[in-house]
């Protein structure tokens, strides 16, 4: 059964970093296009960034661009959010997400992908 496991996240200072991490189980990781989302209160769940399966192609939402970088280990199951310049409006809960249909091109809706961790809240104060 195919799971994703997050670590990372907590409450950090404007102006800080930090780095979310999310672990998949199950099958190849490295067919997978996988992204990170988040959700604050209130809030639909939005599209940070994502990353194609051979880890070559990127995209990030224009909250997102020029302060995170989504990275992925195919070795290590492993998909990375590097976050910097951390601001409060960044404060949710954020998932990982994998696209389980192969091949395609990289998505940025929630309906596009299959798996999902379990979240992990990222509180940026001021």
């Known amino acids: 059964q195919e799971q994703l496991k997050q670590s990372g996240g907590g409450l950090v200072q404007t102006g800080d970093s930090l780095t979310l991490s999310c672990v998949a189980s199950?099958?190849?990781?490295?067919?997978?296009?996988m992204a990170w989302f988040r959700q604050a209160p209130g809030e639909e769940r939005e599209f940070v960034a994502g990353?194609?399966?051979?880890?070559?192609?990127?995209i990030y939402a224009d909250a997102a661009k020029g302060r995170f970088t989504i990275s992925r280990s195919n070795p290590k199951n492993t998909l990375y959010l590097q976050m910097n310049s951390l601001k409060p409006e960044d404060t949710a809960v954020y998932y990982c997400a994998a696209d389980a249909e192969w091949p395609r091109t990289l998505a940025t809706t929630v309906s596009d992908y299959d798996y999902w961790g379990q979240g992990t809240q990222v509180t940026v104060s001021s």
């Open positions: 199950g099958r190849p990781f490295m067919s997978w296009n």
């Open positions: 990353i194609s399966w051979t880890g070559t192609s990127t």
